[in-house]
């Protein structure tokens, strides 16, 4: 770092800039790769370009200085400069001055060099931004936690980071694109809440000075996409940040994208045909395919009808014995124990999950929406059409972890008071992660809210699900420890 700021020094001594407002620039890397990409070695074109990129390579002579520049895509291209073409003087100065890692533009005229070697034969140059670091070795693979400490170099080294940025772009493109053709409205809600809700789930929270109060950063847009829903908004969706102040594995960030949407007169079964579109088409976007392939090789089928399982059924199945919500607490204790599942909590229908997850979710490979949960731990959730203790819920399991939810929405406003309270009762009990009681919420649905299907979708999961991912390589600058 001495030896690049005494570099810099030299430049600004000169006159020069070190870090220019702006450089000419009239064609890309990739677009001079695209055009001239054919030359046969030894070939000139007389065709004069401008361009900038990254130093990642360089080979001195004495009479020669050859470059690699890397665009922001990745892509590279040779530059040369000779002694005849831009003078003794120049050539020294980037001898002297340039180093791994600095950003540079170069004019001059397209080549083939007598490798083939696509090339610009450099006239003029100039020094876009002087790096004072230098690159990491670009032959050597980044640890982990370089790769998500300092992204901005795993962008520069590593394609793969360069390609899941690129794919989470064109994820949410898609998703945007589907509801577009669905006629859905992109809606934004607040971040800053009075009260938490929507999600059971510890909240961060924060204090506004204007208005001398705690505000919670939310763990959900349901209740505000809720009320727009009342206000006739009949189609809606939100793709925005979460926040839960909960732990952080490889599946879960305390920070995370969210999509969720909404559509009056539909119901859970409605809601999950519009999931199972949603996921296929940002396959297809992706990867041209509904079978994706992972970044470890691994091919993975996002395509056809996804199947549709029932929790107490499977759950039933696996272990042997008919397992209904009116199974009593005792029993459901007795099995956690055989399988060593340990567990304090007031609600049957939390066991009764605990135990699903134990014996069926391991064995879920392909796409699966697991339907029908119990009512005790679904407070938002409409009770079934025709089955007690149990509510119109499923969950999607991809690649073995939960993907999305999806509900039949609860719009009786007297039940919804109920089961608030319910949630009220256990948070005094000490749970904290239980619901509160939103009397504005209860306001705006006692003018009537429509027969709604609703659900939630991560898009960080998403993008794992697509590429074989852990959560800290899709979210672009995730929070580390």
């Known amino acids: 770092m001495a030896v690049r700021l005494e570099k810099r020094r030299r430049l600004l001594g000169e006159g020069a800039e070190a870090y220019p407002v702006g450089v000419p620039v009239t064609d890309t890397i990739g677009a001079v790769r695209a055009r001239f990409g054919d030359l046969e070695p030894d070939q000139r074109t007389a065709v004069t370009v401008s361009l900038a990129g990254r130093v990642v390579h360089q080979r001195i002579t004495g009479k020669l200085v050859f470059a690699a520049l890397q665009s922001g895509e990745g892509e590279r291209l040779q530059v040369m400069l000779s002694l005849a073409e831009v003078g003794q003087e120049s050539l020294e100065r980037w001898k002297d001055l340039v180093d791994l890692g600095d950003l540079v533009q170069t004019a001059g005229e397209v080549i083939a060099s007598r490798r083939g070697e696509l090339s610009v034969l450099v006239s003029s140059w100039a020094i876009a931004s002087k790096a004072l670091r230098p690159l990491p070795n670009l032959h050597a693979e980044l640890s982990e936690e370089t790769r ?35 006629d859905f409205l992109e809606l934004e809600t607040p971040m800053l809440q009075v009260q938490p809700g929507g999600a059971t789930a510890r909240p961060f929270i924060t204090h506004s000075n204007a208005f001398d109060t705690d505000l919670y950063l939310r763990i959900a847009p349901e209740l505000y996409l809720k009320r727009a829903a ?17 732990g952080a594995d490889s599946t879960h960030s305390p920070e995370f994208a969210m999509l969720e949407a909404y559509q009056a007169y539909s119901d859970y079964n409605g809601i999950a045909d519009l999931t199972q579109e949603l996921v296929q088409k940002a396959a297809l976007a992706v990867a041209g395919s509904t079978v994706v392939t992972w970044a470890d090789g691994t091919q993975y089928d996002l395509g056809g009808e996804w199947a549709r399982i029932g929790m107490y059924e499977s759950l039933s199945e696996a272990v042997g014995e008919e397992i209904t919500p009116a199974t009593p607490l005792g029993r459901l204790e007795q099995l956690a124990a055989e399988a060593e599942i340990e567990l304090e909590h007031p609600l049957r229908g939390k066991w009764v999950e605990e135990l699903w997850e134990h014996h069926v979710k391991p064995g879920l490979t392909a796409p699966t929406f697991v339907r029908d949960f119990p009512v005790d731990t679904s407070p938002l959730v409409r009770d079934h059409r025709s089955r007690r203790g149990v509510v119109e819920k499923w969950d999607l399991y991809v690649r073995g972890f939960e993907l999305a939810t999806g509900y039949s929405e609860l719009t009786d406003p007297v039940i919804q008071r109920e089961r608030f309270l319910e949630q009220a009762r256990l948070a005094a009990g000490g749970d904290p992660e239980a619901m509160r009681v939103d009397e504005d919420f209860l ?37 580390v420890k």
Do not use: C, K, W
């Not at 795993?154 to 690129?166: G, H, P, S």
């Not at 006739?232 to 979460?242: A, D, M, P, Q, T």
């Open 230 to 246: 009342v206000g006739g908004l009949e189609r809606i969706f939100e793709i925005n940040r979460n926040f839960r102040n909960e």
């Open 443 to 479: 306001r705006a649905l006692e003018h009537g809210m429509p027969p709604t299907g609703g659900m939630g979708m991560g898009i960080d999961r998403l993008l794992m699900a697509l590429t074989g991912l852990g959560i800290r390589e899709t979210i672009l600058f995730p929070l």
């Open 148 to 182: 998500v400490r300092a992204r901005y170099l795993d962008l520069i080294v590593r394609e793969q980071a360069r390609e899941t940025v690129r794919a989470r772009a064109t994820v949410v493109a898609s998703l945007r694109a589907t509801f577009a053709e669905h």
